[in-house]
Nanobody, 124 residues
Framework: QVQFVESGGGLVQTGGSLKLSCVAS????????MAWYRQAPGRQRELVAA???????NYIDSVKGRFTISRDNAKNTVYLQMNSLKPEDTAVYSC??????????????????WGQGIQVTVSS
């Protein structure tokens, strides 16, 4: 099963920026959609942003205009640039491979295993 290694999280003040990276194992990275998810304490895991194999992107409303998802197929890597961070962005962020565009928003419909993710904490 495909696995992922996330990096780039940390503690930042409100209004600050972070860039997350996720390296995927295996081959054929360029053929698949990729997505970032997050889970805050006491809440369900939710989609943050997704990028298709044709570079089509989608974001949840709360991060539109602040976050940017991108990918580098030569490095098997997907990125999440997060600007103008808010305390409500505090969560554990994870990447994974959604099964299709129609299931981007459902964290249960992914191909990969879930790792520990990376903590992002935004202080007020």
């Amino acid at each position: 099963q495909v696995q992922f290694v996330e990096s780039g999280g940390g503690l930042v003040q409100t209004g600050g920026s972070l860039k997350l990276s996720c390296v995927a194992s295996g081959r054929a990275f360029s053929f698949y959609d990729m997505a970032w998810y997050r889970q805050a304490p006491g809440r369900q895991r939710e989609l943050v942003a997704a990028i298709a194999n044709d570079y089509l992107t989608n974001y949840i409303d709360s991060v539109k205009g602040r976050f940017t998802i991108s990918r580098d197929n030569a490095k098997n890597t997907v990125y999440l640039q997060m600007n103008s961070l808010k305390p409500e962005d505090t969560a554990v962020y994870s990447c994974n491979r959604p099964q299709s565009k129609s299931t981007w928003a459902d964290p249960r419909r992914v191909y990969g295993s879930w790792g520990q993710g990376i903590q992002v904490t935004v202080s007020s």
